[in-house]
């Protein structure tokens, strides 16, 4: 029991590292980094089925950013580089699946929501593609 208290705790460190206000905005930038992984294989296992959630996205541009600012506060060009355009994809991938999701077609028959590229409602088969998606009552 001592020696895990030593190990947590001891001259004043923290699980032995010198904590200072960077070095916590560097190891907030690596919980926020990590936890993305944990995020997308659970939307996986729960749609069993590979999915990439929005929220992984934003936890990659947070986290690679926090990186990105300790990287170069510490002046290193190793930490500099690993996260200096990741930054690019994340917000594309970001503005991708924002306008995906804006142009999801709503079935005029059954109200149910299909993806942009659907011709035909999931649900009922009605055509959505057309300009008028209400389904015309004769
Ligand atoms: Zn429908």
Same mark, same amino acid.
């Given at each position: 029991m001592d020696s895990i208290t030593h190990l947590i705790w001891h001259d004043g460190k923290l699980f032995g590292i010198e904590w200072s206000f960077w070095k916590a905005i560097g190891w907030c930038g690596n919980a926020v980094f990590s936890s993305r992984f944990i995020v997308q294989w659970y939307a996986t296992e729960k749609k069993k089925q590979v999915v990439v959630p929005t929220s992984f996205w934003w936890l990659s541009l947070v986290g690679s950013l926090l990186l990105l600012i300790y990287g170069l506060r510490q002046k290193d060009s190793v930490f500099i580089f690993a996260y200096a355009f990741t930054w690019i994809p994340y917000i594309r991938n970001l503005m991708i699946q924002h306008k995906n999701h804006k142009a999801k077609r709503l079935c005029g028959n059954c109200d149910t929501i299909s993806p942009a =590229?659907?011709?035909?409602? =999931?649900?009922?088969?009605?055509?959505? =593609?057309?300009? =008028?998606?209400k389904p015309e009552l004769a």
């Open positions: =590229s659907a011709n035909f409602c =999931s649900k009922c088969g009605t055509n959505v =593609s057309g300009p =008028s998606q």
